[in-house]
């Protein structure tokens, strides 16, 4: 389970139970369900970095591979714990306020985000979490200064976004528009 998912799990987990202790069996199943649905959302599977090169920061789907810049659109069914990329050096931090536009349109580049910029030995990258329409909570994991590998947890934002990687030059985009990616193990781009 992704961590901080017990506030979402515990409380209706346990209405479902004051409400069959209460014999309102119909309400109770409704949230038993909703708590289902969150243990669903909030899984955190293992995950072992696949090749060589930069892995997908996040399970989606591609929807802009323009220059520089790898755009992932995480659905609600989709794991939502992000990974570092590479191995490296968390550099800053920066958190952006802003709108909840639909998280697969354009205009979420103006959205509430927060940008990992991180060192690595095959340059500078910049990991933008991307807030959407329904996701309002971008959750962090590191801070200035942390050693990440490749593949290790960096945050999560909780139902469905989207997720930016800037990539260093040098590197050759492996994933088009359309593609499916998984969250530390799928090889995004290499060097060279």
Request: hydrophobic residues 45%.
């Amino acid at each position: 389970m992704a961590r901080g998912c017990s506030a979402w799990i515990v409380p209706p987990f346990l209405a479902a139970l004051l409400l069959l202790f209460l014999d309102r069996e119909l309400v109770a199943g409704a949230f038993l369900s909703l708590t289902l649905f969150m243990v669903y959302f909030h899984r955190d599977p293992d995950r072992v970095p696949g090749g060589e090169g930069m892995i997908s920061p996040a399970d989606g789907r591609i929807i802009q591979d323009q220059g520089s810049k790898v755009s992932i659109f995480m659905s609600p069914f989709d794991v939502h714990v992000n990974r570092a990329p590479l191995d490296g050096v968390v550099s800053g931090l920066e958190y952006r306020w802003g709108g909840h536009r639909p998280a697969f349109m354009n205009p979420a580049r103006q959205n509430e985000q927060n940008i990992i910029y991180m060192e690595t030995p095959g340059g500078p990258i910049q990991l933008h979490q991307i807030a959407g329409i329904m996701a309002r909570k971008i959750v962090c994991y590191v801070k200035s200064g942390d050693r990440l590998s490749r593949g290790d947890r960096v945050g999560m934002i909780r139902f469905g976004s989207r997720v930016e990687v800037i990539i260093p030059g040098g590197y050759s985009i492996l994933v088009k528009n359309g593609d499916r990616v998984r969250a530390g193990e799928t090889v995004i781009a290499v060097k060279g």
